[in-house]
Each structure stands twice: as C-alpha cells, then as structure tokens.
Nanobody
C-alpha cells in the first residue's frame, strides 16, 4: 500500500499559479504510476494529469494541456509527484487528489485503476 499526502492547495485569482505536491510513503516509489485527479462539487472525479513510473511519459486532460505540468522525483529522499498549475481558471476549482496506480502498470485514466489515494487538497480559483 502507498500512503499519499498532498499539499499546496489554496485560493488564487484567475490567471494565477499554484503548485501541488504529493509525498509518497512507500519502499520503491518508482514502481508506481502516478496521477492527479480532481473533483468539483456535483461532478465525477476526473483525471487531470498522469505520469509513468520513470517519468518519461506524461498525459493531460485536454482542459489543462499547456497550463499544467506533472513531474515526479523518484529519489529515495523525495518520493514526490508535483502538479504545477498556471493560468488558472475558475473552472479549475476542485479538490485535487494524488493517486498511485498498480505496481508496474500504466497510468490509466480511470479512478478504478488506482489503488491508493491522498485525502485531497482544495484549489479555489476566483474570477
């Protein structure tokens, strides 16, 4: 099991930037594909960005392409995955969740493909 703790959410004006961070407590972080999902009130949880185990490949929702960047640090003292968000829009307002996929698997785009979740961090973008 992978324990995940997110940080970095907050309130920002439209056009602003935020960086979310997720620290994983696991022996071999690089075994796991990672992703950020978000869920707005009354909406389903949706994938925002995904990254392969080595970090070589990344995938983004169309709504955030060119504005968000996912990255990861697999070094033992780090075990982190980040989501850099810029040019934020009110429609980006949601609770953002860090998620770990099945070991040695691909970073799928369905919540059901992820085995561990953080508690979430609120991002609110004011207009």
């Amino acid at each position: 099991q992978v324990e995940l703790v997110e940080s970095g959410g907050g309130l920002v004006q439209a056009g602003g930037s935020l960086t979310l961070s997720c620290v994983a407590s696991v022996r071999t972080f690089s075994d796991y594909p990672m992703a950020w999902f978000r869920q707005a009130p009354g909406k389903e949880r949706e994938p925002v960005a995904r990254i392969t185990r080595s970090g070589t490949y990344t995938f983004y929702a169309d709504s955030v392409k060119g504005r968000f960047t996912i990255s990861r640090d697999n070094t033992r003292d780090a075990n982190t995955v980040e989501l850099q968000m810029r040019s934020l829009k009110p429609e980006d307002t949601a609770v953002y969740y860090c998620a770990a996929g099945r070991a040695y698997g691909p970073p799928g785009n369905s919540p059901g493909e992820y085995i561990s979740w953080g508690r979430g961090t609120q991002v609110t973008v004011s207009s």
